[in-house]
């Protein structure tokens, strides 16, 4: 499995951007996938998950109601569109993929593949 992340850049604060992760190389319908980010100086967090068979979400308190995820299941992609950006979205972000849809995991232990990053910076 391979996961290519794209789409960061450099946004001013309340701005939006969308994220991209083409996945490769699996039989996604089965898969739960996931954003994930670290910010400068701190862990690795949970961004938001969803599930690829029924769309199934979670979010993080801190994007709920300002981040989406979802896949387009054509093109076997993963999506995070983020607005009302503030200066503490700014990280590194990751998606990955969790082989098991049986729930939603937060912790990043639970995700077998990653993708390599992408750096999105939220200017104030």
């Known amino acids: 499995v391979q996961l290519q992340a794209s789409g960061g850049g450099l946004v001013q604060a309340g701005g939006s951007l969308r994220l991209s992760c083409a996945a490769s190389?699996?039989?996604?319908?089965?898969?739960?996938m996931a954003w994930f980010r670290r910010a400068p100086g701190k862990e690795r967090e949970f961004v938001a998950a969803?599930?690829?068979?029924?769309?199934?979400?979670r979010y993080a308190d801190s994007v709920k109601g300002r981040f989406t995820i979802s896949t387009d299941n054509n093109k076997n992609t993963l999506y995070l569109q983020m607005t009302s950006l503030q200066p503490e979205d700014t990280a590194v972000y990751y998606c990955?993929?969790?082989?098991?849809?049986?729930?939603?995991?937060?912790?990043?232990?639970?995700?077998?593949?990653w993708g390599q990053g992408t750096q999105v910076t939220v200017s104030s």
């Open positions: 990955a993929a969790d082989r098991t849809t049986a729930f939603i995991a937060i912790s990043e232990r639970s995700y077998d593949y």
């Open positions: 190389g699996g039989t996604f319908s089965s898969y739960t």
């Open positions: 969803i599930t690829w068979s029924i769309s199934r979400t």
